[in-house]
């Protein structure tokens, strides 16, 4: 076992470091992996970026790419009672209706 710079613990004998990206976002550090171990344990990495924490995927020692999570929009449900306002009135209640489907051999 190993721990990364946050001192998580990771299954199995992965390498992951800290990496400074100059070009993208200067003074951040993202935790890298490289592209076997994270291939070898790519449940592992998802979990940790569907926490919320940004890896960088390195081959050879280079990032060629950086997994984040998804930001994904909250849109709130429309009112049920707003939706059932707009049905039209029955003129017959359910129970009737199921009777008279009923004795109609149905």
Do not use: C
Request: net charge neutral; charged share 30%; hydrophobic share 40%.
């Amino acid at each position: 076992m190993f721990t990364s710079a946050e001192n998580r613990e990771w299954p199995g004998d992965i390498g992951v470091t800290d990496l400074h990206d100059q070009r993208k976002r200067p003074m951040e550090s993202f935790v890298s992996i490289a592209l076997d171990e994270a291939k070898a344990y790519l449940s592992h990495v998802l979990d940790r970026v569907e926490a919320g924490e940004e890896l960088v995927i390195t081959r050879r020692g280079k990032p060629v790419a950086r997994v984040v999570p998804v930001q994904q929009p909250i849109v709130p449900l429309p009112s049920l009672a707003n939706f059932r306002a707009q049905l039209p009135k029955m003129r017959h209640s359910s129970t009737e209706m199921i009777r008279a489907i009923r004795d109609e051999g149905y």
